[in-house]
């Protein structure tokens, strides 16, 4: 299975714009690029997900590298309610639903 | 529109006891999925099914049963509950499988093991 690669923490300021990485040097050409995140005592949501072009939602935008073993999720101006765990994983397009989430980037919003 | 509904939201069990936690989806989705959740982690695999009838062992399947037997539940079953099962328990499902579709979850059960 592929994996991806994510630091344990970050912190940002309200009303900043955030960038949390995710590395998938792995990926496969029919890799989708996936990110959820989980707020605090919730089960995890959708947030966005991709294949090449760079995509744009009302939560976030997710900015994927040419090479597509890099990816960026982007919240253009954080507030206090996108402190979360973000999860970025990969579902492939072989047919396999293993999906395998690794720990996540706990994103702390300071007001 | 209930969505990803799991139940029970809270149990606890002494060791060795068995117990069953049911997931349950009004989105006629074919894809559904169990995970654990230990503190400070993030979400394990432990079982799936892509469709009514079938399942599959995810990353961590040792001391869980599953069952698809109607296409909108999926059971997940402790024959012999043990401490290292105490955890928070996540089910999702999906309609689109492969690579686009989109993971609903529930809310978790949380068990306890003692």
């Known amino acids: 299975d592929a994996k991806t690669t994510q630091p344990n923490s970050m912190e940002s300021n309200e009303e900043e714009p955030v960038h949390l990485p995710c590395n998938h040097s792995?990926?496969?050409?029919?890799?989708?690029i996936h990110w959820y995140r989980q707020l605090p005592s919730q089960g995890p949501e959708y947030v966005i997900h991709?294949?090449?072009s760079n995509v744009n939602n009302r939560m976030a935008s997710l900015a994927i590298a040419e090479d597509r073993k890099s990816s960026t999720l982007i919240l253009h101006r954080a507030t206090l309610r996108d402190a979360a765990v973000y999860y970025c994983?990969?579902?492939?397009?072989?047919?396999?639903?293993?999906?395998?989430f690794g720990k996540g980037t706990k994103l702390t919003v300071n007001p | 529109n209930a969505g990803v509904t799991q139940t029970p939201k809270f149990r606890v069990l002494k060791t060795g006891q068995s117990m069953t936690l049911l997931c349950a989806q009004d989105?006629?989705?074919?894809?559904m999925y169990w995970y654990r959740q230990d503190p400070g982690m993030g979400l394990r695999l432990i079982h799936y099914?892509?469709?009514?009838?079938?399942?599959a062992k995810g990353e961590v399947p040792d001391g869980y049963n599953v069952s698809r037997l109607k296409k909108q539940n999926f059971l997940l079953g402790l024959e012999s509950a043990a401490p290292s099962q105490t955890s928070v328990y996540f089910c999702?499902?999906?309609?689109?499988?492969?690579?686009?579709?989109?993971?609903?979850f529930g809310e978790g059960s949380r068990l306890t093991v003692l």
């Open positions: 999702a499902s999906s309609y689109f499988g492969g690579s686009t579709g989109e993971l609903f």
């Open positions: 792995t990926i496969s050409g029919t890799d989708y």
């Open positions: 991709g294949l090449t």
């Open positions: 994983i990969l579902r492939g397009g072989g047919g396999s639903e293993k999906l395998v």
């Open positions: 989105m006629n989705h074919e894809y």
């Open positions: 099914s892509v469709g009514e009838g079938t399942t």
